[in-house]
Every structure is written in C-alpha cells, then in structure tokens.
C-alpha cells in the first residue's frame, strides 16, 4: 500500500485546506483502531478518519459515516474530554515520515484553554494515536506500552512524549545527486533502482520508487548504477515530487486490477502504471478513501467467511466424534442375535444344563455341533436364559434408537459439508450473511454471534440489517447460450426456495452426484431442454460443487416435480427420483463465460 511519506505530505496539505479553523462536534470510535472526528466549518461537515490498524494504517477525509459502540471505548472518552469542543488550528508532518499531527485547541479540565495534539504514527503494525498535552506529556494512546515493554519510548499516560525512532533515510528535499551516490556506493551490484530509493529516501514507498524509476527514462528492476547522469534523472524526479507536494499540485489516480477493483492509489498518476489500469480521483484523500473502502470491505467479508468456516468445522468435527461413538455403541448393540441364540438354546436344554460359570449345549441352528454359553453362576439355568432375553431385548431396542441417532447425525454432517461449501464459493458479504443467518436458525451459530464477537454498534446494526442484506443476496441467474433461464442456489435456503418454489413441475432439476454442492434450475427455452442448455447446466452444477476440480463429475438431472424434501429435513436437503445423470468437466474459461452474463451479483464482489 502506498501510503507512504509522500502520499501523506499530500494529505497533510489537503487536511490543512480543509480543516485548519474546523470545530470538532463529534468523536466517534467505530471501530477499536479506528476513530473518526466529524469537523464542521460554515457550511462544511466532514469526517476525519484516523486508524491505526495494522493492515490498514491511514489519516484522510472519508465519506462513509459507520456505525458506533453504544458505549464508547475509554480512548474515545480521552479524545471527548480533550478536542470535544476544539477548534483544529493546524495539520503537521514530521519530516516527509508517516507521523501527522493534528493541532486542536480546546480546553482542559477547569475550563482554560489548552492546544493538544492528536498524533497519529503510520508506521505499519506498530501503528498508534497518541494524545499529547501542552508540555509534550502523554495524556492517552490507543495502544499503550510501558517501559518494561518498549525500551526505546514509553507511552504511557504522563510520560514525556518521545517521537518514533529516525528512519536514518535521506530527507527528499536534499536527496541531490551527490548525496545519492554517496548512498549507493555501498551498494551490491544486483540493487535494483526500486530497492535502493524505498531504502535510502524517506517517504519512498516501492510504489513511489518504481514511479520515480519510470519517469526517470530507467528500465524498471534494473541494477543501480552509481553515474552521474542516471542519479541526476532519479534526483530531479524526487525534487519534482517534493515540489508537488509543497504546492499541493496532485493529480490523484486509483490504481485498478484485473477485475477493476482498487489494487492501490496515489497522489499523482504513477508513470509506471498503463493509462487504462488507472481511475482518476477528486482529491488525494478521495483516492484513499475508494481504496481502503473497498480492501476493508474485502478483510471484513474473509473474516465473516473465515469465522462461518471455522464453526462449521468445528461443529462437523463434533459430529465426526459423535458419529463413531454411535457406531460402537451400534456395533455392540448387533450382538443382539447372539444373546436370542444363547437364550433359546438354555431354554431347549434346561433338562441336561447345571447351575455353573458356562454351560456347553447342542446348537440345533448348526446340525447339533456343541456350543459353550457363558452363564452367571449365581442364577440357574433358567435364570440365566431369561437374563439373555431381556439383554436381547434391550439391545434390540438400543439397535433402533442408535441407528435413528446415526441417520440424524449423518443427516446434519451432509447438511454443514453442504453449509461449508456454500461459505467456501460465496462471492460476495450478502451472501455470507445470509449463511450467518442460516446456520443461527439452525442452532450451528448462537443468535447475535457476530455482536458478541466483537463488541461493537457495527456489530449490531449488523445484527439489526441482516434481514434486509439477506434479502439483497439472490440465486445466481445466467442466460444459457439457447436462451434458457438457469438458476443456481448459493446457501442451502436458497437451495430450498429456488427447488421448491421457483421451479415448476417440468423444470430441469440438477445437482452433482453423492457431493455437497448447488441445486441448479434449467428453465428450458421450449418445451424441452436443449442438449447444449442441459449441459451447460451440468457444468454450472459441478462447477459450483465440492467436485469444481475434478474430471467427469456425475451430474444428476430430473423434472423439478420428482424432487421432494422429507418432513423435518434441514434445508437444502432433498430426495429425487427418475433422475439421469451426465458426465462433465467444469471448464473455468467456459463458466465465467456463463457468469458474465448473471444478472446476481459478480463473483468476488465484497
């Protein structure tokens, strides 16, 4: 990510037009590395979003507006009792470093007033807000660390602010030819002019550095060599930036990847990214601003699904353990017929039997060859063959029970391999919600897991709109090279209401054969399926199926009106019959081909 020191001396000058004179109304901390100060000046609002997370570090303007705590964390209160009200009077950087500091003048505790600074340290996983007092005294950090933590600084309510240790890197604005080649003579012979620059020059992402690369006229990855025209093209570059930069002359781009999502950004076009992979932006904080909207939106939908797989997993393992103590348990209770035998076998010979530790009788049922029965020698004979009896019959009945425990536990395994392929291929943060919601109602997830987890009013206004972003998840519905209408399930109630309910009678009802995997609708185009539609179908069915990778998957197909689901079965589980199967190989090229023309949501969007 290219949030280095040049991008945020672009958005220090943009936060200093902006914000320099704002009164800050509101402090809000939706997130626990995240706080966002809603700034207001005549006829302005605007949001400033400070994190220290450590994926995502960032100070810039945002639009979006999240959800917040109920009850604020205790860094939130600091920042309320210290900048709310406060008037912002100026935007700092130290140096071309990742270190912004937000000038704010407020009040203290007694009413007089005091200027505090909001620090906010980019430095990657040991990223950090610091509020800082008059007299450079720690008032409160969102991340605290003792002496006996960090060596080097304590940050700790009352200690001395101490900034984080100097880079040891060239200042930008006297990164002269000279003093670039004094840098690369130690330098091995295969350093690339990427490598070099983000190592020698503060402030100087790669990103920034392949950019200073190409506008140079140098080759990119290419060796460094120490000779004076080469480090005056890669010094003016630098200067030229720098002078950008103090001017507040950006030309903000988003960087786009293969499916035009934001892969990066920047404050000025970079010179070493093809014209048509770059998407212009209103301002550098727009710019961050698209990009972190949409990778956060990413990391929190591979959470949710992270987190969905893991308690599917986890309950699956469950049910494995519970599945092989039922089949000992069913194993000892198939002894059955050996205790009926042993009972009726004393029952015929009581007259030749004596009381005693066994008993060795004809046994009629194998031409009369002798048989030794154990016997309790406390009870007679008799006694002996009833007590066989009344074993029978409890295990007889035991054998029942068990086997309708085992038919149960396989039946909810199927159900949650089914759940966990679903997870596994949902494309987008509706989906997986709906399967959130999904396995809550099958008792899988406790009800407002996702609030519990973490606290947070995301947390519950997540909860609160689960229903309606549930909703907005639909069955993927791709146009068939005929024509035909197909219709592919992506959770298990989706499964369910699209086989149960939008397919009539003489619908094409497809599924893989013996794995977990979509139900598939083929409306044909006619009265009945091409040979071409049924196959893309089939294709679908496979693709979207625990067998995506395999070679000649066996796909069953039949009329949707052969397609039944048992009284109490979990959903998506169902029994066919007069069904045919088909023989296919799922072809990626082939069936993103089909997808394109979904009118569901794209797979892969967040």
């Known amino acids: 990510m290219p949030f280095d020191g040049l991008f945020a001396a672009a958005v220090r000058r943009q936060l200093a037009d902006a914000l320099v004179g704002a009164r800050i109304d509101k402090i809000y901390q939706p997130m626990p590395h995240t706080v966002i100060l809603h700034c207001w000046r005549p006829g302005e609002h605007r949001r400033l979003l400070l994190s220290a997370d450590p994926n995502f570090p960032r100070v810039h303007l945002t639009r979006s507006d999240p959800p917040n705590p109920l009850q604020a964390p205790l860094f939130c209160m600091v920042l309320r009792k210290h900048l709310d009200p406060g008037k912002i009077v100026a935007v700092e950087q130290v140096g071309f470093d990742r270190v912004l500091h937000i000038v704010v003048d407020g009040y203290d505790e007694n009413g007089k007033p005091a200027r505090r600074r909001l620090i906010a340290e980019l430095?990657?996983?040991n990223s950090n807000l610091v509020l800082v007092d008059e007299a450079n005294l720690i008032i409160d950090a969102l991340r605290r660390a003792p002496s006996d933590v960090n060596s080097y600084r304590a940050v700790w309510p009352g200690e001395p602010y101490v900034a984080p240790p100097a880079t040891g890197k060239l200042d930008p604005r006297s990164a002269t030819a000279e003093a670039l080649v004094q840098r690369a003579a130690a330098l091995t012979a295969s350093t690339s002019w990427e490598r070099f620059l983000s190592g020698a020059v503060?402030?100087?992402?790669?990103?920034?550095?392949?950019h200073v690369v190409a506008a140079a006229g140098l080759p990119p990855n290419a060796p460094v060599v120490p000779e004076e025209r080469s480090m005056a093209a890669v010094a003016a570059q630098l200067a030229e930036l720098v002078r950008a930069a103090e001017a507040g002359a950006f030309s903000p781009a988003v960087v786009l990847d293969e499916a035009g999502c934001p892969a990066d950004f920047w404050a000025w076009r970079p010179a070493h990214v093809a014209p048509d992979k770059l998407r212009p932006a209103p301002d550098p904080c727009g710019a961050a601003d698209a990009y972190y909207e949409h990778k956060t939106a990413v990391a929190a939908r591979e959470q949710l699904r992270a987190r969905l797989a893991q308690a599917v997993r986890a309950a699956l393992k469950r049910l494995q353990r519970k599945a092989?103590?039922?089949?000992?348990?069913?194993?000892?209770?198939?002894?059955?017929?050996?205790?009926?035998?042993?009972?009726?076998?004393?029952?015929?010979?009581?007259?030749?039997?004596?009381?005693?530790?066994?008993?060795?009788?004809?046994?009629?049922?194998?031409?009369?060859?002798?048989?030794?029965?154990?016997?309790?020698?406390?009870?007679?004979?008799?006694?002996?063959?009833?007590k066989y009896f009344k074993r029978y019959n409890k295990?007889?009945?035991?054998?029942?029970?068990?086997?309708?425990?085992?038919?149960?536990?396989?039946?909810?395994?199927?159900?949650?391999?089914?759940?966990?392929?679903?997870?596994?291929?949902?494309?987008g943060t509706p989906e997986l919600e709906e399967l959130e919601a999904e396995l809550q109602a099958?008792?899988?997830?406790?009800?407002?897991?996702?609030?519990k987890k973490d606290g947070s009013g995301a947390g519950r206004a997540k909860q609160a709109s689960s229903a309606s972003r549930a909703a907005s998840a639909r069955p993927l519905q791709v146009r068939a090279s005929d024509g035909s209408l197909i219709f592919v399930g992506r959770s298990n109630r989706q499964n369910d209401r699209l086989t149960l309910h939008t397919a009539r009678p003489d619908d094409i009802w497809l599924h893989v054969k013996n794995l977990p995997g979509a139900h598939v609708i083929l409306k044909p185009a006619g009265k009945e399926p091409s040979e071409q539609a049924l196959r893309e179908a089939a294709e679908l069915a496979a693709y979207f199926s625990r067998a995506r990778s395999s070679r000649n998957v066996a796909v069953d197909w039949t009329r949707a009106r052969y397609v039944r689901k048992p009284k109490g079965a979990r959903p998506g589980m169902v029994l066919y019959e007069h069904y045919q199967t088909l023989f296919v190989t799922p072809d990626e090229q082939r069936v993103q081909r089909l997808l394109a023309a979904s009118e569901g949501s794209a797979p892969g969007a967040p």
């Open 442 to 451: 099958a008792g899988v997830l406790p009800a407002g897991a996702a609030a």
């Open 395 to 427: 295990a007889k009945t035991a054998q029942t029970a068990v086997k309708a425990q085992l038919d149960a536990v396989n039946a909810d395994m199927t159900y949650l391999e089914q759940a966990l392929l679903h997870i596994e291929l949902a494309p």
């Open 123 to 125: 430095t990657g996983r």
């Open 202 to 210: 503060e402030g100087v992402s790669p990103f920034a550095a392949a």
């Open 324 to 386: 092989e103590a039922l089949k000992e348990d069913l194993a000892a209770a198939e002894q059955a017929e050996q205790y009926r035998l042993f009972g009726e076998l004393l029952t015929a010979s009581l007259h030749m039997v004596k009381q005693g530790p066994e008993a060795t009788v004809p046994n009629y049922y194998e031409g009369g060859a002798p048989i030794t029965i154990p016997m309790d020698p406390a009870l007679t004979p008799a006694a002996n063959a009833q």
